[in-house]
């Protein structure tokens, strides 16, 4: 059985989150591109402009012998504000909505786990539901290759990225 697999998460600006998980051990490559649209092969000016309804997306391989599905979700929902809809911070809009696009019926039903888990712990803390989407993993379209890797191109570039601040109970995805 393989252990290489690819998992796609939107969670705003896309260039924040892919450094989030290009650092992450198990992680063999990231790619940012677009998903959940109307169109094909969109240009980001077509995403920014809201007409396509694609999300900015990163699309993250992993060698799941090294880092499970479990261990990215739980980066996923603790590097964005999940509860804010189609907006992260001062990004405001359909592409930087929050989704999980999921391509196999382990990794639906783990996202739809962690993200039980997660809301149990945020309405604890007085926070809104979950808007995440999680659906079925549609085409993905690569994004221009300025914004591959943007981050290392432009260490000090906009991460972007608004958090909750809570901590995900990992140990409660364990059980």
């Not at 990163?58 to 739980?74: G, N």
């Not at 504000?81 to 196999?104: C, H, K």
């Not at 914004?147 to 191109?153: A, G």
Request: glycine content about 8%; some cysteine; overall charge negative.
């Amino acid at each position: 059985m393989s252990t290489h697999h690819t998992a796609y998460f939107a969670t705003g600006c896309f260039w924040g989150a892919e450094r989030r998980f290009w650092q992450m051990d198990g992680v063999t490559q990231t790619r940012v591109g677009y998903m959940g649209g109307r169109t094909s092969n969109p240009t980001y000016k077509e995403v920014c402009s809201g007409s396509t309804n694609h999300a900015e997306v990163v699309k993250v391989e992993f060698d799941s012998s090294q880092i499970s599905f479990e261990d990215l979700l739980v980066a996923f929902w603790q590097m964005h504000d999940p509860t804010t809809l189609n907006r992260q911070g001062n990004d405001i809009g359909t592409q930087y909505r929050s989704a999980i696009f999921f391509t196999s019926d382990e990794q639906e039903s783990a996202a739809v786990r962690s993200k039980d888990i997660y809301q149990g712990e945020l309405t604890k803390q007085g926070f809104d539901q979950i808007t995440t989407e999680i659906t079925q993993a549609p085409d993905y379209w690569d994004a221009e290759e300025y914004h591959q890797r943007y981050l290392e191109k432009n260490p000090n570039g906009y991460d972007c990225h608004a958090t909750t601040g809570i901590a995900f109970p990992s140990t409660l995805l364990q059980n």
